[in-house]
């Protein structure tokens, strides 16, 4: 098979060539519950240059050459001869974790944390490429509604939003205010769901004005440049003490702070923690009840992606535009590569009498459920 495939390391992504397209084997069943998914788009992702960059490396035993991109969605190709809940044809989105389901977090439903699974495109090979070996209890069959190609990006993107969101839905109320700071790959998806999902009144904070004439189209209900002024129009905008500053300072006393993405530093005294009683909380992608929901909201149109197609021969197109975006109000996506630019970001909910703070996205108590989706067999 064609794929799109990662050789060495480039720690100030400064190459012409990320990626080399070339051919590859193509992945086999090895196990009866395995399953083999054609692919019909991968979601290109911030992640996949910090890959490049090689910031996995601490984390994970990653070997080259190596296949990157964990956000993906097709057609089942080849299935296992245990798997009974998919066939061959059927289109489906891939959860990026591949658990076994028999580990006591997988039970408890908190399968991000499982301790026998694999990720493919983080640590196993992964959907830059026509075929991608998965589980049979990674893959949610998806809709007539929905294209494979138009919704891989949510599974690592929307997800890990979506996941963030869900933990922090029970905070907002009518009348209370939620302000998300920036608009870009997982902001607008957030931007989405949060007025879906909740009834605070949005804020978002961004320093692009093509950012912002997407976030009004997502749905927010005030806009706000992030231009040095932008705490002083937040609090105009809530007539109270809403931010006082970028990140944890945003966190109203008593409020939640949820960590999406990464790459600063907390430092917080203990007597900060202890007089203001934050609650700092870390988010990774999300389960897959979870990812059904999401899609379940894609379903009915409450959710979209902004994108823009590549074919797999140009993936490395693909990169170095996520890399140097020029916000076209599009995302990196392609005929085998669907993808957003994963922008670096954090959640931050803080409640108070009069408002709530909200840095980046999302918010949801009970989606409904898609109608045939494969049963977790394994609990």
Known sequence: MKAAVLHAFDESLSGTEFVRYEDVADPRIAKPTDVIVRIGGAGVC?????????????????????????????????????????????????????????????????????????????????????????????????????????????????????????????????????????????GHIGIQALRALCAAEIIVVDRSDAALALARECGAHHVVKGDGNAVENVLQITKGNGAAAEGLTMTRNAGYYYIVGYGGKIDLPTIDMITSEKTIIGNLVGTYPELVELMALADRGLVHLATKEYRLSEANQALHDLHNPSYSRQWPTVANIVGIPGVSSFWAVARTRDKVIARKFMIQKGFPSIPDSPVNKMG
């Open 46 to 186: 911030r992640t996949d240059l910090h890959i490049i960059e090689g910031i996995w490396r601490s984390k994970v035993d990653v070997q080259l050459p190596y296949i990157m991109a964990p956000e993906n969605a097709g057609w089942v190709e080849e299935i296992g001869k245990g798997v009974e809940s998919v066939k061959v044809g059927d289109a489906v989105i891939c959860r990026p974790l591949v658990t076994s389901g028999h580990c006591l977090a997988c039970r408890r439903g908190d399968d991000m944390h499982a301790t026998d699974s694999r990720f493919p495109g983080i640590n196993a090979n992964g959907g830059y490429a026509q075929y991608l070996a998965t589980g049979e209890r990674s893959l949610i069959k998806l809709p007539k509604s929905l294209a494979p190609k138009d919704v891989a990006p949510y599974t690592d993107a929307g997800l890990t939003a979506c996941r963030a969101a869900k933990k922090a839905s029970r905070h907002p109320l009518p009348g209370e205010y939620a302000v998300c700071i920036g608009a870009g790959g997982l």
